[in-house]
Every structure is written in structure tokens, then in C-alpha cells.
């Protein structure tokens, strides 16, 4: 199993993991950086890489604690840990350890003692390479990356198993604690026989056990002997070398290789599967510099005085008594647990790299951003499931810039559409997005409203914020043509189609809009057989002009317009359902001024300051009295009706304040004897008649809110929104 783990969420795809892993042992997952554990060797480069602390390790903490309460606990030191305690006194160690709760603190060097004996005994001889199996992250490199070097791995137990089954031996019920540097060792102890060591504690994890008996004192220097205790060496760069063979009496320098550093260790294997290395012992750490180098070392020493460290207490170290020893049985065995990967095709991988817009070898920047030392190493995991396809930066950034003239394109509709949808109620507002989203696509759409509300206004919008914006906009009004002009308008016509044609002919609505937007307003008007002609071109998206043979395409996008209800016309024989469907693609439909009455101020404004630039005059402002009545008023008219009123009102008034005296008779007469107050800004304005006939309308209908709703003729909805805007209980 695998020790580590990605927390999820937190995970920020900055790929420093897959960067980092020398076995790329990561699979990327919704932007999610996650742990494959059947490649996984648990060196731990993923954690020392990872920023956002997004990778966790199986810990024992919790039953260590427990061990501790209970008593037996016996610590078992990883020769680094002088490079960790630093500052503190060795002896201080072992005393804080003491009073933590363990009954006993061991060394490993007692394993070491061991083992070395049988190191001797297995090397005698032998010519083939031989590989050192005390590093457990190079042992879990070599079963589940290069299986075919299992025969080169020493089977003789590591210097922790080995201590362990003395100390087990000695002790059965004891609990066996192993302390050091390496998440590997983790590994290696969940996946022993059941039994032997109990749990792993990281010094890392050890420091924050016991922050609050940490403490540091002078370090009062240990009498030193001539020469290291080279046991206590053994986790330095060479230290098996140095234990096997001591004086150099049983291999050559040249039969010897030393070898630390993951990328090292990678490289080095590779060369021995493919022959090309012929050392007989490869002393191999996977970490740089060797043990004091491990992911959780915590130290804040450098690498040099952790070095210096170590070799400062083995000359201070006596040689360990072993006692009387019993037979142990320190033999082990390895397995082969390679899963390979998919080898894609050449066909594969250059499929991924175009996708990413990498058509030839100088597009493959080889940035490394994804974790992956080249663009066709990152190919390659894509096809094994191990990377996203959309992880490359450079293609990232060109699609945001993409993004970015999207977005600002949007942002730049939203501006220019406010001055053809005019209004800040929510009907508008999401008229505003709707026109935007219609604007993207040529579907047929279907506009419905009473008359006057801006139905060809919101064409327009649709039209201005579309990729046709450049080509014309045509609108015809089916009701105010003939039966018998409708056509020729509509399609045109050719020379000598009719008495009194033009010479030449002439183009129609739809040769005039091509390539732009055409509306057909009060499309209900148009006779049943125009009608079954437009069904046609709508369906062939082609038309014939009048006394014309030649197919023309349809190039425009169709518009329709209508304030009639075109079910009941279909109903009454008077509308083709066909053609309804036809247009009913996509359909809208614009509230009327009585259902948004919030809109009626800046909709006067607009209307206002148009005027004031067509007339090169001063803008003039509406008495908060008058725009009291126009929110009285039911506008039957709608939005045409409004520009009208205030057209009249802007010639009418002298000011440059429009008073009650402007207004039509119809609507004065809605004053009821009011008299002119002081001028407040519109939008208050009508939020306060708003307001009062709310509360007004509540009181007639004992708070009945449906009633209430429909006395004010009020969408439901929107009543109980303007409830909780105003407050009102």
C-alpha cells in the first residue's frame, strides 16, 4: 500500500509534485494531483515539493500515544537522528525520550551489527552486482519500476527489521517503536510480517508530539574516541561500503559504486538493466547526501553540519554489547509488483499534441509547467491516464486570451445594449442577458407583446450584439402592406413579373438583409398564402423572387414580431400552425409598461436627453409630481406611448422642469386635486407611490397578497419581490 495520499481540495494544480516525482507515481484528476500507490515508492519528493501541504502520510501518532499510556513502548533510533536533535544533547535525547513514556531507547547499529555479518558472508564471492537492501525507498524502486534487478537486491533483512527481532525476541509483548527520517520505512513496516514493529513515528512527527518537553540546553561535548563507531556512520553517503568492508580488503575501489540522490538512482538502474554497469556492491541511498537527507528529517541544519553532526557522536559511541545473541532468522524475500503502463502509439501521441495546438516540432516548448520534462513525455502520460490533456501552460494561456476578448466583447454588449433596453427593473435586466445569449446564435425567434413595448427595439439589441452587427438590420411591417404588395416587398420581384415593375426589377426584404437580420413585424397580418411561401423559404432557407426562376439563398436571420395571440389565430383558421412552429424556435416575450413601472423614470430620462441632443438644447428634469402621475397612469400605450407624452412635454414646457400643466388632460386628471411638491429624484419618486398603493391594495383586500397582486395587476412573483424590497409585512 501507499503511505501517501493527496488531501483533496486542496490540491492547487501547480503539478510541483509530478515535477518532483522521479517515477511519476501522479495522476492528474479534475485538477486534482493525486497519488498512484501501485506506482508509488514513497520517497516522499512529493511532499517536500507540495506548497499547499495538499499531501498527507499514514501516521501512528494516535497509537503511539496510546503505547506510551499503556507502557513497554521501546524507541528504536535511525542512526540520523544527531542530525535532527541538534541542538540537543544526545543524552538529553535519550532522558526526554525516557520521560515521554518509553521503557527502553535502542540504536540501530545494533541491526547493523547484525547484518553486516551476513552482508560478508552472501558477498563472498559473488561477481554479479549486488544492491543494498537497507534503503527502503530504493528496494519499493526496484520491485515496482525495475522487477527485472530484483535478482541484484541483497536478501538479508534492513538494519530496523533486524534490531526488531531481537528486541522482540527478548521481549514479546513489548511495543517496538521505529524513529527516523524516512516515510518509506512506513511502507516497509506495514507491508512486514504482523508482529515485528509496532509502529513508525517520523522525527517530524516525534518534534510535535513532544513540543511541549522540547527543550534545548548547551551541548556539552561527549568524550571523543580516535576513530567513529562506524555502525553510527551508516547512514551517510558510502556507510554500507565502509561497514561491509572496513579495510578495503575485499573489493577494489573500481568494484565499488556509491550512489545517492533520487535522480541518481534512477539513472543508475536504468544503466545496470541495460548492461552497461559492472561494479559488484552499489551501496545506494535515495536521498541526496544520504539519510540526513530524508523528507522528515526536521532539521535546520544544512546537509554539511547534519554530516558533521553524525560523524561527532560515532566518535563518541562505544561499540554496542549485544549480549549473548539467539538464532535469527534475518533472511528476506522480494516481489515483483510492476504494473506497466500503456506504451501509446506515435499516431497517440501526436493526436495529443495537436489538440494542444503542438502541429510541429517547434511549437513543443518543452516549458516543464506540467511536471513533465517534455511535451511528449506529457503526451505520452495523457495516453496512460496519468496527465490531463489541458494541463500545458502555453495552451492555457493562448485559450485564455481567447477567454479574454470573450469576455470583453461581453462586457462591451452589456454597455452598448443598456441604451436600446432601457430600464432597471428585473424584466429588463434579464431581457439585457437574454439579448445577449440570442445575439450568439441565427435561430429563428419569436417576439411577443402588446403593442408599443419595444418589440422592435429588442430586434435591434438582438441584431447590434450579433456577429451579423456590420450587416444590415431590414424591418417590414406586414400590417402596413397591401395583399397584393406584400410579396414583391417580401421577395422582390424581376423585370416584367407585373404591370408597372421596375425596370431591372427589385430586391426584396430578404435580398436587403443578407447576410444581416430581417424583421417581420406583425407577422399574424401576413395572408394565409404569403404565409405558406415564407413556411417554404424558412424550410429550404432559399426564395424565388416574383416572376423570377432562380433559387436566391437565404442568407438573413428571420425575426418575427407579433401583439396578437397566435394559438388563438391558429385556432380560428387564421395562422398556419406549421408556420408558427417554424418561428416559435425561440421565443420572447416583453412585459408591458403596467408590469415595470420602476423602468418609467429612466426610460423618461433616455427619451429626455435624446431629445435635449436632437434639439442641441439643455436636458430638462420631470416635477416629482408628474412622475407621480406617470407611475399612476396605466400606459395602455406602453413604452411608445411615454415617448410620446414626453416628447410633447419637452416642446410644451417653457423651463426647464416639466410640471403636472405639460402632461395630457388624461393623465392631469389622475392628480385629484394634488398639489405640486418639491422635486425628488425619480426613481424615489415612484418608489414611494409604489409603495403606498401596495399598502393601499393590502388594506382593500384584508391582506390578501393574491388579491392584492391582482387589484395592482402585478405578476405574483413579482408583488412578494416588491414586499421584501419594501420591507412590507
Known amino acids: 500500500m501507499s503511505v501517501v495520499s493527496t488531501i483533496k481540495d486542496r490540491c492547487k494544480a501547480c503539478y510541483s509534485c509530478v515535477r518532483q516525482c522521479p517515477v511519476k507515481a501522479i495522476k492528474v484528476k479534475v485538477g486534482q494531483s493525486m497519488v498512484v500507490p501501485e506506482r508509488c515508492i514513497s520517497c516522499g519528493s512529493c511532499i517536500k515539493a507540495c506548497s499547499q501541504n495538499a499531501k498527507e502520510v499514514v501516521t501512528f501518532v494516535p497509537q503511539v500515544e496510546d503505547y506510551l499510556k499503556e507502557g513497554g513502548a521501546i524507541a528504536l533510533l535511525a542512526p540520523s537522528f544527531p542530525a535532527s536533535i541538534y541542538p540537543l544533547d544526545p543524552g538529553d535525547f535519550f532522558n526526554l525520550l525516557q520521560e515521554a513514556g518509553f521503557n527502553e531507547v535502542h540504536e540501530l547499529t545494533i541491526g547493523v551489527e547484525l547484518t553486516m555479518p551476513r552482508y560478508r558472508e552472501y558477498l563472498a564471492g559473488r561477481k554479479e552486482p549486488a544492491i543494498g537492501s537497507h534503503c527502503?525507498?530504493?528496494?519499493?524502486?526496484?520491485?515496482?519500476?525495475?522487477?527485472?534487478?530484483?535478482?541484484?537486491?541483497?536478501?538479508?533483512?534492513?538494519a530496523l527489521m533486524a534490531t526488531a527481532k531481537l528486541l522482540r525476541h527478548r521481549n514479546k509483548n513489548c511495543r517496538l517503536i521505529f524513529i527516523g527520517p524516512c516515510i518509506a520505512k512506513k511502507e516497509e513496516v506495514l507491508n512486514s510480517p504482523e508482529g515485528i514493529i509496532d509502529a513508525v513515528l517520523t522525527f517530524k512527527e516525534l518534534k510535535e508530539l513532544l513540543k511541549d518537553m522540547w527543550e534545548t540546553k548547551d551541548v556539552v561535548p561527549a568524550p571523543s574516541f580516535e576513530k567513529s563507531y562506524l555502525p553510527s556512520t551508516f547512514p551517510l553517503t558510502g556507510g554500507l561500503v565502509k561497514n561491509v568492508d572496513p579495510r578495503g580488503n575485499i573489493y577494489r575501489e573500481d568494484e565499488v559504486a556509491v550512489v545517492e540522490g533520487k535522480e541518481e538512482c534512477v539513472q543508475f538502474l536504468q544503466k545496470l538493466q541495460e548492461g552497461y554497469i559492472k561494479h559488484r556492491l552499489i551501496d545506494m541511498l535515495f536521498c541526496k547526501g544520504g539519510c540526513i537527507d530524508g523528507p522528515e528529517i526536521a532539521s535546520d541544519l544544512d546537509v554539511f553540519n547534519r554530516q558533521y553532526q553524525v560523524y561527532q557522536y560515532s566518535r563518541s559511541r562505544k561499540k554496542e554489547n549485544l549480549g549473548r545473541l539467539p538464532k535469527l532468522q534475518l533472511d528476506r524475500s522480494f516481489s515483483n509488483k510492476y504494473q506497466p503502463l500503456l506504451s501509446p502509439s506515435e499516431e497517440d501521441i501526436v493526436r495529443v499534441l495537436r489538440y494542444t495546438n503542438k502541429n510541429k516540432p517547434e511549437d513543443e516548448l518543452n516549458c516543464g509547467a506540467c511536471g513533465y520534462n517534455s511535451c511528449r513525455d506529457k503526451a505520452v502520460a495523457v495516453c496512460q491516464g496519468l496527465a490531463e490533456i489541458e494541463m500545458c501552460l502555453p495552451y492555457l494561456l493562448e485559450q485564455s486570451r481567447g477567454e479574454l476578448e470573450y469576455y470583453k466583447k461581453r462586457l462591451k454588449m452589456s454597455?452598448?445594449?443598456?441604451?436600446?433596453?432601457?430600464?432597471?427593473?428585473?424584466?429588463?435586466?434579464?431581457?439585457?442577458?437574454?439579448?445577449?445569449?440570442?445575439?450568439?446564435?441565427?435561430?429563428?425567434?419569436?417576439?411577443?407583446?402588446?403593442?408599443?413595448?419595444?418589440?422592435?427595439?429588442?430586434?435591434?439589441?438582438?441584431?447590434?450584439?450579433?456577429?451579423?452587427?456590420?450587416?444590415?438590420?431590414?424591418?417590414?411591417?406586414?400590417?402596413?402592406?397591401?395583399?397584393?404588395?406584400?410579396?414583391?416587398?417580401?421577395f422582390g420581384y424581376e423585370e416584367g413579373?407585373?404591370?408597372?415593375?421596375?425596370?431591372?426589377?427589385?430586391?426584396?426584404?430578404?435580398?436587403?438583409?443578407?447576410?444581416?437580420?430581417?424583421?417581420?413585424?406583425?407577422?399574424?397580418?401576413?395572408?394565409?398564402?404569403?404565409?405558406?411561401?415564407?413556411?417554404?423559404v424558412l424550410q429550404e432557407r432559399a426564395f424565388e423572387r416574383v416572376g423570377g426562376t432562380t433559387a436566391i439563398r437565404l442568407s438573413a436571420r428571420i425575426i418575427a414580431a407579433t401583439n396578437q395571440d397566435l394559438n388563438r389565430l391558429i385556432g380560428e383558421g387564421k395562422f398556419r400552425s406549421d408556420l408558427f412552429y417554424r418561428l416559435n424556435v425561440i421565443s420572447v416575450t416583453v412585459p408591458a409598461l403596467l408590469h415595470r413601472k420602476e423602468d418609467i423614470p429612466p426610460l423618461a430620462d433616455h427619451f429626455l436627453r435624446e431629445l435635449a441632443a436632437e434639439n442641441k438644447s439643455p436636458v430638462k428634469l420631470i416635477a416629482s409630481e408628474a412622475l407621480a402621475l406617470f407611475a399612476a397612469y396605466e400606459w395602455p400605450g406602453n413604452v411608445r406611448e411615454l415617448k410620446n407624452v414626453i416628447e410633447r412635454a419637452f416642446y410644451t414646457a417653457d423651463g426647464n422642469i416639466i410640471q403636472v400643466q405639460h402632461l395630457p388632460d388624461y393623465i392631469r386628471q389622475l392628480n385629484g386635486g394634488r398639489k405640486i411638491v418639491r422635486l425628488t429624484p425619480m426613481k424615489k419618486a415612484v418608489r414611494n407611490l409604489e409603495k403606498d398603493l401596495i399598502i393601499k391594495a393590502l388594506k382593500e383586500t384584508n391582506n390578501n397578497k393574491v388579491d392584492a397582486a391582482s387589484m395592482l395587476g402585478m405578476p405574483r412573483a413579482t408583488f412578494y419581490l416588491k414586499l421584501k424590497e419594501y420591507n412590507i409585512h
Do not use: W
Not at 417 to 443: C, E, F, H, M
Open 136 to 158: 527502503a525507498a530504493v528496494v519499493n524502486l526496484i520491485e515496482k519500476h525495475f522487477p527485472d534487478l530484483i535478482q541484484y537486491l541483497i536478501p538479508i533483512d534492513s
Open 497 to 536: 413579373a407585373f404591370t408597372g415593375a421596375r425596370k431591372g426589377g427589385k430586391p426584396g426584404k430578404l435580398d436587403q438583409a443578407r447576410g444581416g437580420s430581417l424583421l417581420l413585424d406583425e407577422i399574424a397580418e401576413l395572408p394565409l398564402s404569403t404565409q405558406a411561401k415564407l413556411l417554404r
Open 415 to 490: 454597455d452598448e445594449i443598456k441604451d436600446y433596453l432601457v430600464g432597471d427593473s428585473p424584466y429588463i435586466q434579464g431581457l439585457r442577458q437574454t439579448a445577449i445569449k440570442l445575439g450568439q446564435n441565427d435561430a429563428t425567434l419569436l417576439i411577443l407583446g402588446e403593442s408599443g413595448v419595444g418589440k422592435e427595439v429588442l430586434a435591434r439589441a438582438v441584431h447590434m450584439v450579433s456577429p451579423r452587427s456590420e450587416k444590415p438590420f431590414i424591418a417590414i411591417n406586414c400590417a402596413a402592406l397591401p395583399e397584393q404588395l406584400i410579396e414583391s416587398e417580401l
